[in-house]
């Protein structure tokens, strides 16, 4: 079974930067979407951005601008580079992969373990 690893989280001050990676274990759908999702202490979880096959990307409103996300299909990768980081962006960022046709259930596809992102100074 295919799993997912993040790595990069940590504490940073605001305005500084992080880059998280995951490495799936094998090999991900090239049709697949990959994305990154945060959930910060009392709140629900929410998609901070995703990647489509073709490299079409979408972001939450709020990290627009400030966060990059890409997918490397050769080496079975996707990173998220945070930038210009804020207090309110603190939280748990999980990564995920999952069937286009399954993206919106939560229930399917394929979660990491979670990689702690503090933004504090």
């Known amino acids: 079974q295919v799993q997912l690893v993040e790595s990069g989280g940590g504490l940073v001050q605001p305005g500084g930067s992080l880059r998280l990676s995951c490495a799936a274990s094998t090999s991900i759908g090239v049709t697949d979407i990959m994305g990154w999702y945060r959930q910060a202490p009392g709140k629900q979880r929410e998609l901070v951005a995703a990647v489509l096959s073709g490299s079409s990307t979408n972001y939450a409103d709020s990290v627009k601008g400030r966060f990059t996300i890409s997918r490397d299909n050769a080496k079975n990768t996707v990173s998220l580079q945070m930038d210009s980081l804020k207090p309110e962006d603190t939280g748990v960022y999980y990564c995920?992969?999952?069937?286009?046709?399954?993206?919106?259930?939560?229930?399917?596809?394929?979660w990491g373990q979670g990689a702690q992102v503090t933004v504090s100074s």
């Open positions: 995920r992969a999952a069937a286009p046709h399954l993206w919106n259930r939560h229930e399917f596809g394929i």
